[in-house]
């Protein structure tokens, strides 16, 4: 299995800055707060709501059998996003949300089959047809989901970057099938590959279908692993140069922040990369092979939201500076509309 290829040019950027996160009232900003467990909830936390309400939830999660929760969540007034086995096998996690909260529930057993679309998750494209559980087959490729959009007949689709899914010379799409991984085995298989833009212009973006059954939440949001709430996505903002943002991808980890690359980066984003047939822009934020395909979104306001601006798709020169594809030309090519957070 290989990560997805990354195409290498030389640029000198800024180094890499943080971002400054307000505090919130129930914790800080992209943090949890700690709650009183609760019989049969060894860790219940919460983000955006409070306590009790957060307790309210893990009763009824735990008075549910383990294929149960995501129904027993949902009564409760709350989408389950994803749960993942504990540290130790015989405990899991659960994330789910309700407008801009999220909670995170730890339970004994094992994980009941909850997952869905988020930015930031782990994706896997491959050539031959993908099992879930089963093994990766050879010449797969690890990448990271971005945004979800709405496509022109009004089915749901997620962006990741074209060249994870390869183009052969006819135009066709080298790995055509696409999963979300649960490591080390494909986990959620979506399906192939529904639209790939490099096919016709000059953006390194695609679509893949997401699954919508009861316990397979597609949502607009960023996606922070079991330990963080994730950030909501409530719009787009133009990729200006100077802009601080973001992203979370497969290999670097979450919340990898830093700006868009000033006048020194124009000789390569209008030159060099333009006639190599590619539209991006350029940033101070170090990536790595696998962070392909992630969102690349505005820093997170007071709220936990943030904006969409683009989709990482290249590391260029001895920096590992990642240059991104905007959202804006994305989206009227393929005539979607980004799903947005209420």
Request: aromatic letters at 4%; one cysteine or more; proline letters at 8%.
């Amino acid at each position: 299995m290989r990560r997805a290829p990354i195409l290498i040019f030389v640029l000198v950027a800024a180094a890499l800055l943080p971002v400054a996160a307000p505090a919130s009232a129930q914790a800080p900003l992209g943090e949890y707060a700690s709650c009183e467990p609760v019989a049969g909830a060894s860790i219940v936390q919460v983000s955006g709501a409070t306590c009790p309400e957060a307790q309210a939830a893990a009763t009824a999660l735990v008075a549910a059998p383990t294929d149960g929760e995501g129904d027993a969540l949902r009564a409760a007034g709350w989408a389950p996003l994803r749960a993942l086995v504990g540290p130790d096998d015989a405990e899991h996690d659960v994330v789910a949300i309700r407008g801009k909260a999220a909670l995170r529930i730890r339970r004994s057993g094992p994980p009941p089959d909850l997952d869905g679309w988020a930015g930031g998750r782990e994706l896997l494209f491959g050539r031959p047809t993908l099992v879930p559980g089963g093994r990766v087959p050879s010449g797969a490729v690890l990448c990271t989901s971005a945004f979800l959009v709405r496509m022109p007949g009004g089915s749901l689709g997620g962006l990741s970057a074209a060249h994870c899914g390869g183009t052969r010379s006819d135009g066709t799409v080298q790995r055509r099938n696409v999963a979300l991984r649960r490591p080390p085995q494909p986990g959620v298989v979506l399906g192939r590959v529904v639209r790939d833009l490099e096919r016709s212009r000059p953006l390194d973006a695609l679509v893949v279908p997401v699954a919508t059954a009861a316990d397979r939440t597609a949502t607009p949001v960023i996606d922070r692993g079991i330990s963080r709430p994730p950030w909501y996505v409530a719009g787009r903002a133009r990729a200006l140069r100077g802009r601080r943002v973001c992203f979370s991808g497969r290999t670097s980890g979450i919340d990898q922040c830093g700006r868009i690359a000033g006048a020194a980066a124009r000789p390569f984003e209008q030159g060099i990369l333009r006639r190599a047939g590619i539209t991006v822009r350029c940033t101070t934020i170090r990536a790595r092979e696998g962070d392909s395909g992630s969102a690349v979104y505005t820093a997170p306001r007071a709220d936990g939201s943030v904006r969409a601006v683009g989709i990482a798709v290249i590391v260029v020169g001895i920096g590992a500076q990642m240059c991104f594809t905007p959202l804006e030309p994305v989206l009227g090519a393929l005539g979607a509309d980004l799903v947005t957070a209420g």
